[in-house]
């Protein structure tokens, strides 16, 4: 069975940074696709970022690449997404997501596996 627990979410100031952390089990890393989503209040939820591990690819969404770092460390089974430069139309509730077969790593109806999620919430 798989579970995944996110934490690390928060209030922040625009500009600042956070990292959140998706614990999995029932995950065999290295053939499943990780990532992470989030759902803005009142919108519907979108790719931020998503890891292929097997192969070492990272997919990001365009509103958050080169301020967003997805990473994973296989020995202790977490899923990482390095949040800075944050600004306050990121705030949202972020997911952390599995699933072996994905064909677009940043749609989010591709995953079967959700963690609750964490809150974010970035002020200017």
């Known amino acids: 069975q798989v579970q995944l627990v996110e934490s690390g979410g928060g209030s922040v100031q625009a500009g600042g940074s956070l990292r959140l952390s998706c614990a999995a089990s029932g995950v065999t890393y290295g053939h499943s696709y990780m990532g992470w989503f989030r759902q803005p209040p009142g919108k519907e939820r979108e790719g931020v970022a998503a890891i292929y591990s097997l192969a070492d690819i990272k997919y990001y969404a365009d509103s958050v690449k080169g301020r967003f770092t997805i990473s994973q460390d296989n020995a202790k089974n977490t899923l990482y997404l390095q949040l800075d430069s944050l600004r306050p139309e990121d705030t949202a509730m972020y997911y952390c997501?599995?699933?072996?077969?994905?064909?677009?790593?940043?749609?989010?109806?591709?995953?079967?596996?959700w963690g609750q999620g964490t809150r974010v919430t970035v002020s200017s």
């Open positions: 997501a599995a699933d072996q077969r994905v064909g677009y790593p940043l749609r989010a109806s591709e995953y079967r596996y």
